[in-house]
């Protein structure tokens, strides 16, 4: 085995072995599949029970029935039967003593200042869930809206209710003639993160061992066997080795835990057709029909692996070679704190685009940006999942690849005068002096 090989394995196997890794490594997964079932738990689960009373304080929306001998709904159609919600009517409302002692979770106070602001007010000794409420503003704005028209001459609410409209925007691209873009922006978005988080910590990981290795003194005895820059494209392949580790254990794992836990779901029987719930689906088609999830089928997951490998490894040379110099050109991190604000603010302006483009990935700037090499392995992960022409991809990632070539040059001239370094204050012009030295 030779030297540079050597120094990738020392680099690699050193990472790898530690149970910090392994531990971080089995965590991410484990809480993605906890994460899957807890979204699908809450969409299923049933609301606690709640009965509620509504005090119609100034008539609007109730009406005393001599027969039944109790205040009902002009508009029962408007708060429908269900099986953890059930509604009770009043002209008066109780004290607190009285509704601490009655069964009802809720009391909601109605009066003529709601025609005005829309607001209710809903006392309670235990807040109810975000469900239920949900479903009583619905039930209480169809009767108040109900009300409204009733109020109108003019109107007759069978024609209002038919010439009510409510318009929602499906997308579709006309090209690809896929829909749910903003969907699979965040899948671009939640990988551009992950991409921004392993390349600024294996970064460090690589400034790091280059000050450690300089404050020891180690590196002297080691460029007395192995150049330079041996030494540094070592140091990066094989921190970077650990990186593209873990983002393939991620993947398996990953892969195994959608698998398994799809099919722990299909026999637990909690996912169910949304307009049947006797009808039990499989875990893919369950996904498929869940407005939420659906999209997630729709992405080409393999591609989106390769790229984010691709640029994974492009883009850590890049800020790897940076941190490298940073670390050789400093006597203890605490120095390099001053060097790395320049180094780190591409990357720190690739992720705040990132979150913009969230809401416009095709935008002007997440575009120009998925073709700049210092923000391109943030911003092209965002663009990817929406579909992007082959030679953009190819000429976003031949850049980044050209750039991280010429920094590791670089860096490696700086790295093999300031590793030896000992004792004097760098300045930026001796840094440039040490770039220009062959």
């Known amino acids: 085995m030779n030297k540079l090989a050597l120094i990738i394995y020392r680099e690699w196997i050193t990472r790898v072995r530690r149970r910090a890794f392994i531990i971080g490594t089995l965590m991410v997964p484990v809480l993605l599949g906890l994460g899957v079932g807890l979204g699908a738990w809450l969409e299923n689960a049933e609301m606690e029970e709640n009965k509620v009373l509504v005090v119609d304080l100034s008539g609007m929306i109730t009406f005393w029935d001599d027969t039944r001998q109790a205040y009902l709904p002009i508009c029962p159609e408007c708060f429908p039967e269900r099986e953890q919600l059930e509604y009770r009517f009043a002209d008066a409302a109780l004290s607190d003593d009285e509704f601490l002692l009655s069964d009802f979770t809720s009391m909601v106070l109605l009066d003529d200042a709601i025609l005005q602001h829309g607001q209710a007010k809903n006392l309670y000794e235990k807040s109810p869930s975000i469900t239920a409420q949900n479903a009583i503003e619905r039930d209480l704005a169809a009767a108040i809206e109900r009300f409204k028209v009733k109020e109108e001459l003019s109107l007759d609410y069978e024609v209002y209710k038919r010439l009510k409209t409510k318009v929602s925007l499906v997308g579709e691209d006309i090209i690809t003639k896929d829909g749910n873009a903003t969907g699979r922006s965040i899948i671009g978005f939640v990988f551009s993160l992950f991409m921004f988080m392993q390349i600024m910590v294996y970064g460090m990981h690589v400034m790091r061992g280059v000050i450690e290795e300089k404050a020891n003194r180690i590196v002297e005895v080691i460029i007395s066997v192995v150049r330079p820059m041996e030494l540094l494209a070592g140091k990066i392949i ?141 911003l092209m992960l965002i663009r990817l999942p929406l579909g992007v022409a082959w030679w953009e991809l190819m000429l976003s990632l031949l850049g980044v690849l050209a750039t991280a070539y010429g920094f590791v040059l670089v860096s490696a001239r700086i790295f093999r005068t300031g590793i030896l370094m000992h004792g004097k204050k760098i300045t930026v012009r001796e840094l440039f002096r040490w770039v220009r030295h062959d």
């Open 238 to 378: 094989g921190i970077g080795l650990v990186g593209v580790t873990q983002v393939i254990a991620l993947t398996v794992l990953g892969f195994l835990v959608f698998q398994v836990g799809g099919q722990a779901l299909e026999v637990s029987g909690v996912l169910t057709s949304a307009s049947n719930e006797a009808v039990e689906l499989d875990f893919e088609t369950w996904m498929a029909s869940n407005d939420l999830l659906g999209f997630v089928l729709e992405v080409n997951w393999p591609l989106m692996v390769v790229c984010a490998l691709a640029y994974f490894a492009a883009g850590f040379f890049i800020y790897a070679a940076l941190f490298a110099a940073i670390g050789s050109a400093v006597e203890q991190e605490s120095d390099a704190q001053y060097l790395m604000l320049p180094a780190m603010l591409p990357l720190f302006a690739a992720y705040i685009t990132a979150v913009m483009a969230i809401q416009n990935p095709e935008g002007q700037v997440a575009v120009i940006g998925s073709f700049v090499p210092l923000t391109a392995p943030i």
